[in-house]
Structures are given as C-alpha cells and as structure tokens.
C-alpha cells in the first residue's frame, strides 16, 4: 500500500471541516487528520461524541451552539473566534454538522475569514441530504420516478421562515424535495404544496437522528405529514422528504445494513452531545 502525502494544516489557518450526519465512519480522511492535528476545535452542538473522540489529546474542545430553540452563539461572533484564535497561530477546526457549505453557514465564515486575511481550507462532509436518505434506504433520485431533486430549507435568517422560497414553482419542477429545519413548518408547506398542484397522497418521510442507533424513519402522506411531524421530539434533527422514491423505504429498508462506527471516547468531550446526536440542522 503507497503512502499517502496529506496537505499541510499550518498555524494560524482556519480549516472548515464536514462532520457529516453522525456516524463517525462518514468522515474523509481529511477530516479525521483536521481533528488529530487542531489545537482547538469549535463544534455544533449536534456533532456527535464519536466524532468528537476523533480529536487529538492536546485540542481544545469548544462547543459553540446552534440548535433550534436552544441558546446559541452568534454567527459574528463566531467568525470573529475564527479569527482570533487563527491571529494566535493556532490550528483552528470549525467542526460543522453535514457539509459546512450545505446550510451550514460555512460560506458565511469563510467570507469572513477571507476579509480578514486568514488562510482556510473547506472539508466537505457528507450532508444529511444524502446521508440520512442512504441510511433510510430511499434513492434521492430514479431513473423512472426521480429525475431531479431539490434541497430546500424550512427556516431562514433568525428562525423565521425562508424568503424568496417559490413552493408553487418547486412543487412543479422537482419530483424529490428534500427540507432541512421544516419540522415545525411541514404542515404549511405540505399545503402549499398540494395547493401547487402535488397529490396529498404523495409519500413523505421524516427521518430523524440520520446515521445513528437512535435513526428512526417515519412515513406519512402529504395530507397526513402535519400531523405526523407532531411525534417527532422537537429538538431531534430532522430531514423531511417528499417524493415519490420514498415509497422505495419500505423494499429497501429491511434489507439494508446501516449500522454506524462506534468509537469509544479516549476523553471527556466538554459540551458534547451523546454519541448518537445526529448532525443536520442549519442555518
């Protein structure tokens, strides 16, 4: 087997780094060298412990938020801990639920960044947009039932609902949608939806805590999802597919093997979530 040359993360640069939605095993190689290389890591509150446990024995653990309905850091004060720690020669991971640049805020961070003239280096993870839907045994797309697929988030700036969203035109032109951060939303949209013209007995999924032990899929319809997404904890992160693949779950689950890496944590995670958090939620 050749070796291999990895890139150098040198002090005083900032890496973006994808946790993906769980399941340690997801990670890239250059992930897993971010984290045994950092001198200092700022986490999502949803990246799970056995990512976390990847670290090196000398980072420094610091939990920085972002859960709906949870205190949590601001993004400018955020961006400005980048840049601090990075101006004290520091090797800093901004460690990101999903991909950094997939509602994750990574684009926020890295303009910042830029501005200020601190080098940086975007990992990308594995978003909850395909991991979880692999995980639940749902093709994203089909030859036959699923050309194209869009993602789309179910919550803006502040919490409020997104702007600029056209849900009549998306209704039309994706035969797969998949919401990140729609749960407490998914009854207006599913109605603006089938206001556009969507059948109401089109099928849904509401898959939570994606990659992990604690993974649970639930099926509903369009007409039916408002009421379903009501059993789901509020505070569980979850992604919402609508399409007709999803009706694939219930062929393809109880075959499928989809149990994720486990690591035994070497040290005490300060903030950390249990290992079975999910990563997924954004903005």
Same mark, same amino acid.
């Given at each position: $087997?050749?070796? $291999? ?32 290389? !950092? ?22 653990? @610091?939990?920085?938020? +972002? ?13 400005? %801990? ?25 684009? /926020? @961070? ?17 978003? !909850? ?6 995980? !639940? ?22 919490g409020h609902p997104p ?24 009854? @207006?949209?599913?109605? +603006? ?8 007995? /089109? ?19 369009? %007409? ?8 789901? %904890? ?11 693949t999803v009706a694939l ?8 093997q989809a149990s994720p ?20 939620? +954004?903005?």
């Amino acid at each position: $087997m050749q070796s $291999m040359i990895a890139p150098e993360f040198a002090q005083g640069s900032v890496w973006l780094v994808g946790a993906g939605p769980g399941d340690p095993g997801l990670l890239t190689l250059h992930a897993v060298r971010a984290l045994q290389e !950092a001198d200092v890591v700022l986490h999502d509150a949803l990246v799970s412990r056995g990512v976390l446990a990847l670290a090196g024995s000398r980072a420094r653990l @610091e939990p920085i938020g +972002k859960r709906a309905g949870r205190p949590s850091s601001k993004q400018l004060r955020i961006n400005q %801990r980048l840049i601090d720690l990075a101006r004290q020669g520091l090797r800093v991971v901004r460690l990101k639920g999903g991909d950094p640049f997939v509602f994750g805020r990574g684009g /926020e @961070e890295a303009i910042a960044l830029a501005a200020a003239g601190i080098p940086f280096r975007v990992v990308p993870g594995i978003t !909850a947009g395909t991991g979880a839907l692999a995980y !639940a045994g749902i093709p994203m797309t089909h030859r036959e039932i699923g050309q194209a697929v869009t993602f789309v988030t179910g919550s803006g700036a502040g919490g409020h609902p997104p702007r600029g969203v056209d849900w009549a035109a998306l209704a039309k032109a994706s035969p797969v949608l998949v919401l990140f951060m729609a749960l407490g939303r998914i009854g @207006e949209i599913a109605d +603006k939806l089938i206001a556009a013209g969507r059948s109401p007995a /089109e099928p849904v999924a509401l898959i939570s805590d994606a990659t992990t032990n604690r993974q649970r899929c639930r099926l509903a319809t369009l %007409r039916t999802v408002g009421r379903a997404a009501g059993a789901v %904890r509020p505070d569980a992160a979850t992604l919402i597919v609508i399409g007709r693949t999803v009706a694939l779950h219930r062929i393809l689950s109880a075959w499928q093997q989809a149990s994720p890496l486990s690591i035994a944590p070497a040290r005490p995670a300060a903030g950390a979530p249990d290992q079975n958090a999910a990563a997924g939620g +954004k903005p």
